[in-house]
């Protein structure tokens, strides 16, 4: 029975750990979808992007597309430096690099504003608060990132044990 309710205790904890890790699904023009005529430079400078994040582009399969491209591409709507290209509808673009990303419509539609430049930030989840790594160095702020993740993990399932013991006792 004793064991039976700690192991309850310490699998809760570990679903928790899973959730905290979860990653944002940004979903660009959010319910105005990927279509012309929207300013996607308003929709991005209220978001804030973490490596890990999803972006997301919702349209209607054929009608429109998504294409990255470099900067080059994105300020003339061209594919220079062309990274890939999505086609689905609802697509669904991992942001894993840190740094400046830029998506266009390879449609003829860019041109009608359908192009959007964000900045991803490295940076990790601890609980419910993206936290900013506290230093610009990159494998510095992996190493602190990790460790506040795991001290907030310890920190819970050393509080899941108490109440277990607690509820036997
Ligand atoms: C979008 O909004 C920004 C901020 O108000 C403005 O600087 C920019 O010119 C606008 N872009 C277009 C294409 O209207
Ligand atoms: C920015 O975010 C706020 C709060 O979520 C929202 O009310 C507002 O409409 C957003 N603005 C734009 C341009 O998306
Ligand atoms: C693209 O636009 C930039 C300005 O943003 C300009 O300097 C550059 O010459 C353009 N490149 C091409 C190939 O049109
Ligand atoms: C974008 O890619 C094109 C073609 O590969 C290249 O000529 C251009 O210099 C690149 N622009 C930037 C800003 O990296
Ligand atoms: C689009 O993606 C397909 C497969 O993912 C690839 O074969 C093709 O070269 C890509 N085209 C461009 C323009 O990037």
Redesign the pocket.
Known sequence: MASSRLLLALAVVAGCAVGLAGATDHIVGANRGWNPNINYTLWSGNQTFYVGDLISFRYQKGTHNVLEV????YDNCTM??VAGNWTSGKDFIPLNEPGRHFFICGNGLCQAGMKVAVTVLPGAFVGTEMVPPPVSDSTASAAASATSFSAAWLTAAALAVAIAIAAVA
């Open positions: 470099n900067q080059t591409g220079a430096g």
